[in-house]
C-alpha cells in the first residue's frame, strides 16, 4: 500500500481566502523565515506551502519475503471528532487527545514510552493553544516526549502535513534526532519543545498528530522495528 498525502495552497485566490478568515501571516516586522512560528505568543499565522510525503505499508513478512529495508513499524491509529464548530478549535483540544489517548492504547504503548512527538501547530494561535492545551492533558503525569512542529519549517502544506509529519517521524527512529520547532522564542504552553535546532536523542517511538477543519483530529505512531 502507498499511503500519503499532496498539497500546494500556494495559489493567489487560495492565499486570499487565508487571509480572509484571519489566518495567514501578514507580519513584516521579521525577516520572512521567522514569520511561521508555531506555539509562539506572538504567531500571528501560517505560510502556505508545498509537499508530498508517500510512505510504502507492508506486512512485516512481505517486507522480509522481498528483503526490503524496514525503517519502522505502523503501530497505531485513531481518529476523533469535536463536531463543534467548522473554522473554530474547540479551546481545551478534546477531540485530538481523544485520538491520541487510543491511538496510544490501539498500538499498545504506553505514553511514558513515546520518545517524540510531532504536533499539527499551524502558527494559528487559537489552534496551536488547542493543540497545547490537548498535548498537556494527555501527557500530564507521563513522561515528557520532546515535541516539535514542523510547519515552522516547512509552512502549512495542509493536505501533505501529516504524510509529511509521518515521514519525518520514521525518520527520526532511523536518525536518533528529532528536528527543532523553528521561531519558537516565548512558548504558550511547559512542554518540552525541541528549539533552536534538532535534538540528538534515542527514538523508539514517535507519535504523529494531525487536527483540522471541523475538530477532526487523528494520530499515528511509529516504533522501532526490531524483528
Given at each position: ?22 489566518w495567514l501571516a501578514i ?56 463536531a463543534g464548530d467548522m ?141
Amino acid at each position: 500500500m502507498l499511503a500519503g498525502g499532496t498539497d500546494a495552497r500556494v495559489s493567489p485566490l487560495g492565499t486570499l481566502r487565508y487571509r480572509d478568515l484571519g489566518w495567514l501571516a501578514i507580519r513584516d516586522d521579521v525577516e520572512p523565515e521567522s514569520v511561521s512560528a508555531p506555539f509562539d505568543e506572538d504567531a500571528s499565522g501560517f505560510i502556505n506551502g508545498e509537499g508530498a510525503g508517500i510512505l510504502v505499508l507492508e506486512t512485516l513478512e512481505h517486507a522480509q519475503a522481498r528483503g526490503a529495508r524496514i525503517y519502522a513499524e505502523l503501530a497505531g491509529y485513531a481518529a476523533a471528532n469535536e463536531a463543534g464548530d467548522m473554522l473554530r478549535p474547540q479551546p481545551e483540544g478534546r477531540a485530538l487527545a481523544r485520538a491520541i489517548t487510543r491511538c496510544a492504547e490501539h498500538a499498545g504503548v504506553s505514553l511514558r514510552s513515546v520518545d517524540a512527538v510531532f504536533a499539527p501547530a499551524p502558527s494559528v494561535p487559537g489552534y496551536d493553544a488547542a493543540i497545547a492545551s490537548a498535548l498537556i492533558t494527555v501527557l500530564n503525569g507521563s513522561a515528557r516526549p520532546s515535541v516539535t512542529a514542523l510547519r515552522s519549517l516547512l509552512g502549512h502544506t495542509h493536505a501533505a502535513s501529516g504524510a509529511l509529519d509521518s515521514v519525518a517521524a520514521v525518520k527520526s527512529i532511523e536518525t536518533s534526532c528529532v528536528p527543532a520547532t523553528a521561531n519558537l522564542r516565548r512558548p504558550i504552553a511547559d512542554l518540552p519543545f525541541v528549539t533552536d535546532q534538532a535534538r540528538a536523542q534515542e527514538v523508539s517511538t514517535s507519535l504523529v498528530c494531525a487536527y483540522g477543519f471541523g475538530g477532526h483530529a487523528a494520530a499515528l505512531a511509529f516504533r522501532e522495528c526490531l524483528s
